[in-house]
């Protein structure tokens, strides 16, 4: 697996202070996620969970159990996996494509 980061963002706010009240600075990988079918684009952070972003994008992703069991949040990576969002996190990529699937039963 090759890994590509996008670019990097150093996160003074995300930074701890060291014994001689220096900040030390973490570096966090950036990853630019696109909501289809409604084309919104956000940043997120590798690693965070997907139902976040999409809050932060103003994208809906319908939720029922939020445990993995029930499918309701199930979405479509632009390889064609399939997952859950309530139990997945953005991915180390460069960019990341979600396609939401609109059931309306949920
Ligand atoms: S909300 Fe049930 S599987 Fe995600």
Not at 25 to 51: K, Q, S, W
Not at 83 to 93: D, E, L
Request: one cysteine or more; proline letters at 6%; glycine letters at 6%.
């Amino acid at each position: 697996m090759s890994l590509v980061i996008s670019h990097w963002s150093f996160a003074k706010d995300k930074g701890q202070l060291t014994n001689d009240n220096s900040i030390k600075y973490v570096i966090l990988m950036i990853v630019r996620v696109r909501f289809l079918p409604d084309d919104v684009t956000v940043d997120a952070e590798v690693g965070e969970p997907l139902l976040d972003v999409a809050d932060r994008a103003g994208v809906f992703i319908p939720t029922g159990c939020l445990m993995g069991s029930c499918h309701a949040c199930t979405v479509e990576l632009e390889d064609g996996e399939i997952v859950r969002a309530c139990i997945s996190a953005v991915p180390p990529r460069e960019e990341l494509t979600i396609n939401l699937f609109s059931d309306p039963t949920w």
